[in-house]
């Protein structure tokens, strides 16, 4: 493949440069018309901002209803009639849960994420056909994205027969991870379900994803079951959290909780929930980066049987991520772009440097070749104005441009 030479691109913002990239790194760096663009494949940024590509380190392909006609929400309030509402109705979609995954996942990219986690649901009631479907989507996308794909027990595990082997299954059949959720609330016996969700970890080599939405004690409760579980096979940097709401208590008991999360090399995910003076949602975002824990952003569902949130658009779920934490200084808003970019990749990667405030990586010598363009005078600015016009590249290659798959 020809290295690309991107030129007159602002990395971060900052002063315009000419970018050479191949299929693995970023390789040179230098002011504009200072690169030489024989053998490469030259393409005109036009001043826009380079950033890392987005990372949607929290997303569900597998029950997407993006690009069907509207469905008014049916689920009732609580969690479990949000589970029961997607059992009753997701076989009646009007597309397969590949072609509805393909298609997700397709403008997910053409916006600019390159690196995707993805839950599958696995369960009694489908059994695989959802993780195949989602298996189907990132077979179908591979040469413009990296998907990791979480078998996850969105119903329990041991609630109803034959579980576990499926997940068994999934794992043995391309899952990446294994998940988990709400361990107390679901399955009602916390320590049966950690214990097989770190069993398969253990068995399969994998690591450990768990939807967390328990809060306060409960919450905490649940999250040091998972962080003893954690130190005792070893799995430092190998397990993240998903939405963790226990953290975002402002109550002792958490300071304890992070400091062993930041020990254990536990990563969270969020995806910029609005939660209430009595129960907060929202991760401490800059706190978390001050301490060293790996945090990345989602967008979960995506109009589906749960919610019409949801776009594809992780520009978009940046603005909320940073409209949710109340953040107004640049600084700070430019910080909620680094974790929706950078801070997911190492969710997914352990071994790349960790975030902290101010630091912006991954568009330097060396950095991986997962980009993206966006147009606005700075970076906060583009994450206010939102502008489709967008250059997305994977591999150092340009996979996607103004919202369209190349
Ligand atoms: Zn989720």
């Given at each position: 493949m020809s290295p690309t030479l991107l030129r007159n691109v602002r990395p971060w913002g900052g002063d315009a440069r000419d970018v050479l990239i191949d299929a693995d790194a970023i390789r040179e760096i230098g002011a504009p018309g200072t690169i030489s663009a024989e053998g490469a494949v030259a393409v005109d940024g036009d001043g826009g901002i380079l950033l890392?590509?987005?990372?949607?380190?929290?997303?569900?392909l597998d029950s997407t209803r993006m690009g069907l006609p509207f469905r008014p929400n049916t689920a009732g309030d609580t969690r479990w009639s949000h589970i029961m509402n997607d059992r009753e109705n997701w076989r009646s979609a009007e597309r397969s849960v590949a072609d509805r995954a393909t298609y997700t996942l397709g403008r997910m990219i053409a916006q600019g994420?390159?690196?995707v986690r993805s839950h599958a649901q696995v369960d009694a009631d489908s059994g695989l056909e959802k993780f195949e479907g989602v298996l189907a989507a990132r077979d179908a996308h591979?040469?413009?994205?990296?998907?990791e794909i979480v078998a996850f027990p969105q119903v329990g595990i041991h609630l109803e027969d034959g579980v576990p082997d499926l997940l068994d299954l999934?794992?043995?059949?391309?899952?990446?991870?294994?998940?988990?959720?709400?361990?107390?609330?679901?399955?009602?016996d916390p320590i049966r379900h950690l214990d097989t969700v770190f069993d398969l970890a253990d068995r399969h080599g994998v690591g450990?994803?768990?939807?967390?939405?328990?809060?306060?004690?409960?919450?905490?409760?649940?999250?040091?079951?998972?962080?003893?579980?954690?130190?005792?096979?070893?799995?430092?940097?190998?397990v993240?959290?998903?939405?963790?709401?226990?953290?975002?208590?402002?109550?002792?008991?958490?300071?304890?909780?992070?400091?062993?999360?930041?020990?254990?090399d536990v990563a969270l995910t969020t995806i910029a929930p609005k939660g209430s003076l009595t129960v907060p949602l929202d991760l401490p975002i800059e706190r978390l980066l001050e301490t060293g824990v790996r945090v990345g952003l989602g967008m979960d569902g995506q109009r589906d049987y749960w919610s019409p949130w949801g776009d594809g658009d992780m520009l978009e779920r940046t603005w909320m991520l940073a409209f949710t934490q109340g953040f107004s200084r640049d600084d700070l808003i430019e910080d909620c772009l680094a974790v929706a970019t950078w801070g997911g990749a190492s969710v997914i990667d352990a071994t790349l440097p960790r975030l902290a405030p101010g630091?912006?990586?991954?568009?330097?010598?060396?950095?991986?070749?997962?980009?993206?363009?966006?147009?606005?005078d700075t970076p906060t600015a583009a994450v206010m104005d939102r502008s489709s016009e967008r250059l997305v590249l994977h591999r150092g290659r340009i996979v996607a441009e103004n919202d369209d798959l190349r």
């Open positions: 890392p590509s987005f990372s949607d380190v929290h997303v569900h994420a390159t690196r591979r040469d413009r994205a990296s998907v999934a794992l043995r059949s391309g899952a990446d991870l294994i998940g988990g959720i709400d361990p107390c609330e679901i399955d009602r450990v994803d768990i939807h967390l939405h328990e809060g306060g004690s409960l919450g905490l409760f649940s999250l040091d079951l998972i962080l003893e579980r954690t130190r005792a096979l070893g799995m430092a940097g190998r993240s959290v998903s939405h963790a709401f226990s953290l975002a208590d402002r109550s002792p008991g958490v300071d304890r909780a992070l400091e062993q999360v930041a020990e254990l630091v912006r990586p991954g568009v330097a010598v060396g950095d991986p070749a997962e980009l993206v363009v966006v147009r606005g």
